[in-house]
């Protein structure tokens, strides 16, 4: 079915064809649809279906021309990113038409958000806890809604949004559209649901139960003690081209990217603790390749279009099985292959079972050739100043201000990786001049060199084989 179908006006057309979408996905051909009847909808729907076009086209549609005065549309996300990607979906959708699209996002100065603020937006797309504020203080105006969407209402619950969300609904007019897209509808949610949306016509596209058949994923057992050299000894085995290692925690992520960069990887960290600016560097750099490894949580790297990861690693066994499916597909995408290894300890052979009831198949088990699986725990390392602690603090690294206050800094950004085949490992040969090294540490172990983040990275030292197996 194309997507004329719809009877969407041609500017949006032209903008869908921009975007190179031949066909709509399921989601799109139940949603756009009903968001065009002007009734509410509640959605049960993952991101990876395309449920942002879902809502975003026949809300474009609905708008018609720009009219100044006040906020039309308002898109509440859980996530910087998620908003960020979302208000950059809708200026895509909508570059054919007049209208305007604001973007609010905790992280960014107060002050200078407020004044940024565009008079006359037609569609705000926000996070929750800055739009409170924004509009305690008079500077968002939501008298001339018509369309209010919530979005990832689980996450949002997850993340104890929730009272803030009910409390920005209640600051809507009472006659509006509400969108409520979630990727589960347990209890707990049609109460929120009852909550905002009124008669609404309901879609149910159903949980995403599958892993694409483009990801060839492996299970690896390991004891907890010797987890983490069995990441390095993964990621010295493998070809890859760029890796996100998920950790269930924010400490567990920063502990994982400082060691991993110890060991002299170039990494970078996504968590919901990191400032704007540091978040939007690290996916900035491990999109452009400057970073090899992200380290994230799921929180932060949830519905993330990052489209060129060769491979991921769950550090830690994900808490539910959607978002095992949903961390698996992050590689994979766009009809490359990708390789998805979890690893796991005896005491998440239960939850290994629930991923596996859940997608309905048995994942390979896998022992790694060549690791020794009865080592001695690695030993604490000496930390700055000869401390010695077990896992390593990430702010034990130099720090490198920079003008949107990201102060990462990577060791062993473009090193030449050991690889046991020369010929997978071309040699660089035409690195980068490296700027100059900051002055030494106390007790650094190797040499840091600290490349600018937006130094490109270019000529990698290895090449990605499709499907990276192990060596
Ligand atoms: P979303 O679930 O909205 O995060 O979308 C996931 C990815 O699917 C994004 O990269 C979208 O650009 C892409 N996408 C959305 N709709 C379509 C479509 N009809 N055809 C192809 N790709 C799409």
Not at 3 to 8: I, Q, Y
Not at 297 to 310: F, Q, Y
Request: aromatic letters at 6%.
């Amino acid at each position: 079915m194309p997507f004329s179908r719809f009877g969407l006006y041609s500017s949006i057309l032209r903008a869908v064809q921009a975007k190179g979408y031949a066909e709509p996905t399921p989601v799109q051909v139940e949603t756009i649809p009903a968001v065009l009847t002007g009734r509410d909808v509640i959605a049960s729907a993952q991101t990876g279906t395309g449920k942002t076009a879902a809502f975003a086209l026949p809300i474009i549609n609905r708008l018609g021309p720009h009219r100044a005065g006040g906020a039309r549309v308002l898109v509440l996300e859980p996530t910087r990113e998620l908003a960020q990607q979302v208000a950059d979906a809708f200026r895509e959708f909508a570059q054919f038409t007049d209208l305007h699209v604001d973007l609010i996002q905790g992280g960014v100065g107060y002050g200078k958000q407020r004044s940024a603020l565009v008079d006359g937006a037609d569609i705000v797309v926000a996070t929750v806890g800055r739009l409170l504020e924004l509009i305690d203080d008079h500077a968002v105006k939501l008298d001339q809604l018509q369309v209010l969407v919530l979005d990832e209402v689980d996450r949002m619950l997850d993340m104890g949004f929730i009272d803030d969300v009910k409390a920005i609904v209640g600051r809507c007019p009472h006659k509006r559209q509400t969108l409520f897209f979630s990727a589960t509808i347990p209890g707990t949610i049609e109460e929120v649901a009852r909550f905002a949306v009124r008669d609404p016509i309901r879609i149910s596209i159903g949980r995403v139960r599958t892993v694409p058949a483009s990801v060839k994923h492996e299970m690896y057992p390991v004891s907890a003690a010797l987890k983490f050299p069995l990441l390095l000894a993964l990621l010295e085995k493998t070809e890859y081209r760029s890796v996100i290692v998920f950790t269930r925690t924010k400490e567990g992520a920063d502990g994982i990217v400082a060691r991993i960069k110890r060991a002299g990887h170039s990494a970078t960290v996504l968590h919901g603790d990191r400032s704007s600016g540091q978040r939007k560097a690290s996916l900035a750099g491990f999109k452009d390749g400057y970073y090899e490894i992200l380290v994230a949580t799921d929180i932060a790297a949830r519905g993330l279009d990052l489209s060129e990861v060769s491979h991921v690693i769950n550090y830690d066994i994900p808490m539910t099985p959607d978002d095992y499916v949903h961390r698996v597909g992050r590689t994979g995408r766009a009809a490359a292959s990708g390789d998805a290894f979890t690893l796991y300890t005896p005491r998440e052979t239960g939850a290994v079972q629930g991923i596996e009831r859940f997608i309905r198949a048995e994942v390979p088990k896998r022992k790694l050739e060549s690791f020794d699986y009865n080592a001695a725990p690695p030993r604490p390392e000496p930390e700055e100043g000869g401390v010695l602690t077990t896992a390593p603090r990430a702010q034990a690294q130099p720090k490198r201000p920079s003008d949107d206050g990201w102060h990462e800094t990577t060791v062993g950004a473009g090193k030449k990786k050991k690889r046991p085949v020369a010929a997978a490992a071309p040699a660089q040969p035409n690195s980068p001049p490296r700027p100059k090294q900051k002055p030494k540490q106390k007790q650094t172990q190797k040499k840091e060199p600290n490349r600018g983040f937006l130094a490109p990275k270019k000529g990698k030292s290895f090449a990605h084989r499709k499907g990276g197996q192990h060596r």
